[in-house]
């Protein structure tokens, strides 16, 4: 049955997801040179408190409908769970308790969003926030450009908009994409509007020179284009799926090896290089502690011992894997990542199985963004990040999985007599 929400709980999520998208956290912290990584400061963490409170008093006051939407992902929650008994084998259980607390309290708003709204009322929610991000990442750049454009030692002239960084803009874009053109299918009265402001969302991710969020853009979709003319009615349907996703992981895995070389025409340098060579030392930690891992949030701090040996052998300091699988195996080890692949084909394919047979825009959005999130995964991570609306959006598009599908509108014939 569908809920009513009251325009300022609509308001709170618009806003709270802006924040958690990293939306003026340069005001918010102050200064305007931040070069990448986990920002952190007592202000965002009173703030985040305070929305995971909201949260959790809203999801009390409908608990009926959380229960039950909880219970629809066993493989979710056992990850979850786990997530939490982390931090007693944790070698730094003070900052691994901090963290955990992070990610349930992001992982809980996530499920609102799923429970609360439904597919259109999502989008709406997603197009306020990334408009409001889009208008003002305008403003920034032209009136405030020591805000608005990065200008450090190693980046130069990149639009960041609202964010602190080049890729927060270009990863929000994305997502500001795919709800823009997805609720334009849905919304004949500001189609227009929404297409701007879905024109808006390439040229931002342009500008912000991420390379990674723009050949997703572009993917998505050409992937969106040709699953339209897809059904599961004609068998020869089914044999282009097959294949084209067999081409779309070998495509993806042969860009992953070639990355440097692909994006050498535009004089990128994405430091793939670098990249592999830590995840070579990594493997090796990870070999040390194969099954259960370090425990949330734990290797990649100051203080652990692994983590500080790692940044003086390489003479850098990365605060993540640089890739999301080999990250949940520092988290949770093949305890956690079996699982979470498990439940993640079974969620791309019954996403997938359910747009084909029932042409649900809703469905096809679950499967291009899921899909995205394990793509974007073999070089970022985003699983089981901390106050990030990439993994809210996660979150929320796996447990609409379960939501009653709605048909798509019949087309009314028009009469030629």
Not at 55 to 68: C, E, G, H, V
């Amino acid at each position: 049955m569908k809920q009513s929400i009251s325009p300022l709980e609509k308001i709170f999520a618009v806003i709270s997801l802006i924040l958690f998208s990293q939306g003026f956290f340069p005001i918010i912290i102050g200064g305007d040179n931040f070069e990448g990584g986990d920002i952190d400061s007592p202000l965002l963490r009173i703030i985040f408190i305070l929305i995971y409170a909201i949260t959790i008093f809203l999801l009390t006051f409908r608990w009926q409908r959380t229960i039950a939407f909880l219970g629809t992902n066993v493989w979710f929650l056992f990850l979850i769970c786990l997530a939490i008994i982390s931090v007693s084998w944790s070698s730094i259980p003070d900052i691994a308790f901090r963290k955990m607390v992070a990610l349930v309290g992001t992982t809980i708003f996530g499920i609102y969003i799923a429970s609360s709204y439904d597919y259109e009322e999502q989008l709406k929610v997603y197009c306020w926030v990334f408009g409001f991000s889009i208008i003002f990442s305008l403003l920034f750049v032209i009136a405030a450009p020591q805000y608005g454009i990065m200008n450090t030692a190693a980046i130069s002239g990149a639009w960041r908009g609202i964010y602190p960084h080049k890729n927060g803009l270009g990863a929000s874009m994305f997502i500001s994409f795919m709800a823009f053109y997805f609720l334009s299918k849905e919304q004949k009265k500001y189609r227009l509007l929404l297409q701007i402001f879905c024109l808006l969302s390439v040229i931002l991710t342009y500008f912000s020179e991420s390379a990674t969020s723009l050949m997703s853009i572009l993917f998505i979709f050409a992937l969106s284009q040709g699953l339209k003319h897809l059904s599961l009615r004609d068998k020869r349907s089914v044999l282009l799926i097959l294949l084209f996703l067999i081409v779309i992981f070998s495509v993806q895995f042969l860009l992953l090896i070639n990355f440097n070389t692909f994006l050498s025409v535009n004089d990128k340098d994405v430091t793939l290089s670098g990249r592999t060579v830590l995840w070579k030392s990594l493997w090796q930690f990870i070999q040390q502690k194969p099954i259960l891992g370090y425990g949330y949030g734990s290797f990649f701090s100051g203080v652990h011992r692994q983590t500080d040996l790692l940044w003086k052998v390489h003479n850098w300091s990365p605060v993540h894997a640089h890739n999301g699988y080999i990250q949940v195996l520092l988290h949770f080890g093949f305890v956690g990542l079996i699982p979470l692949v498990v439940g993640y084909i079974y969620s791309l394919f019954t996403s997938l199985y359910k747009y084909l047979a029932y042409k649900s825009s809703q469905m096809l959005w679950i499967f291009l963004y899921l899909f995205y999130t394990v793509c974007l995964n073999f070089t970022e991570v985003s699983f089981f990040s901390t106050n990030s609306i990439t993994w809210i959006v996660t979150v929320a598009s796996i447990y609409s999985l379960k939501n009653k599908i709605v048909a798509p509108k019949p087309k009314v014939a028009t009469s030629t007599s």
